[in-house]
């Protein structure tokens, strides 16, 4: 292996190494979120909103009892809508 090539080789493991930690430090830095379920608007679900849908922006009413929005933790249960407070466990 030439100098040259030796210096190329280090610079990509340093180039690697700082995006690997750059990465992993934005995903430290991001809130943690729970499910909070009964919240989101019709169409604004994150994800699997019960029979019959597959996944985010499925849910057909607001505050659908099975379906459930992303947010941060500890929030959740003090969510007030027209139908309670949100919920972290699916409603009927």
């Not at 493991?13 to 930690?21: E, F, I, K, M, R």
């Not at 991001?30 to 019959?52: M, S």
């Not at 379906?67 to 309670?84: F, Y």
């Amino acid at each position: 292996m030439t100098i040259t090539q030796a210096a190329a080789a280090v610079a990509l493991s340093v180039a690697l190494s700082a995006t690997v930690a750059g990465a992993s430090a934005q995903a430290a830095d991001a809130p943690k979120t729970e499910k909070c379920y009964g919240v989101a608007l019709a169409g604004k679900n994150d994800c699997k909103a019960g029979a019959g849908t597959s996944c985010a922006g499925t849910s057909v009413k607001d505050y659908q009892g099975n379906a459930w929005k992303a947010v941060k933790i500890g929030t959740c249960t003090s969510i007030k809508t027209p139908h309670g407070m949100g919920s972290l466990t699916p409603r009927g």
